[in-house]
């Protein structure tokens, strides 16, 4: 697998330009390190985006205008859970970002009528099967997963993250988290996810330990990635 591209560096004698752009990098492996190549990469900017795919090494390299983006990785063939992560650059950065995909599961089947069910590695939403809408095009869903999986986020501890699928369908889910977070007692923890239509993570809920639980009100509005985070 080759390395990431790299700009030229200036010979000496040389007086470059001023960078204007950023380069950034993304490389996308499965859980047992194989890259992911012909994955589709959207990269948002406010309203407008950008489209590209992984090349054989199961990289992808773009210059990009200064400013909050975000990336949304997928597979046409639904094969692998989708990502979405929000990043800034600025002009004359070169930024890095690796992601391990998980395979997309078969999903948990949602009760009519709604209630707690656990769709996958200790994420439990309060939904019904009738509850759930999807998005544009995409036909109905009687199923919902999450997966745990690592995401690039401009915060730190991070405590847990999730992928969730069928992506970007929306319902008004309370949400509660079965983890093992090894916190100590009265420490609080974030909830976040991306919004594409701002480009930007929104704080969706804000939890604190209690023994070996996770309390406090929490409500997810939509089928993308779920982050944890240690405040």
Do not use: K
Not at 73 to 92: C, L
Not at 141 to 162: G, H, K, Y
């Amino acid at each position: 697998m080759g390395p990431p591209v790299r700009r030229p560096q200036p010979q000496p004698g040389e007086n470059p330009e001023p960078l204007t752009t950023a380069l950034w990098s993304l490389l996308v492996e499965d859980p047992t390190g194989t890259a992911l190549p012909g994955l589709t990469v959207d990269i948002h900017r406010g309203a407008s985006s950008m489209r590209s795919s992984t090349d054989a090494d199961g990289r992808l390299t773009a210059e990009l205008e200064p400013g909050p983006l975000a990336a949304e990785v997928s597979d046409a063939n639904g094969a692998w859970m989708t990502a979405t992560f929000v990043f800034e650059v600025e002009a004359g950065d070169e930024v890095e970002h690796a992601i391990v995909l998980p395979q997309a599961p078969s999903g948990t089947s949602l009760p009519n009528p709604a209630d707690f069910v656990d769709i996958g590695d200790g994420l439990l939403v309060n939904v019904g099967a009738d509850d759930v809408s999807p998005p544009p095009f995409e036909p109905p869903t009687s199923t919902l997963a999450a997966v745990r999986a690592d995401l690039p986020f401009n915060q730190e501890p991070i405590v847990a993250s999730w992928l969730l699928a069928p992506y970007r369908y929306t319902a008004t889910m309370p949400a509660r988290f079965d983890i093992d977070h090894g916190l100590p007692d009265g420490t609080v923890v974030e909830v976040w996810q991306p919004d594409l239509a701002v480009v930007a993570w929104q704080r969706v809920g804000e939890l604190e330990v209690v023994g070996s639980q996770l309390e406090g009100p929490v409500q997810l509005e939509a089928t993308v990635p779920v982050i944890l985070v240690e405040r």
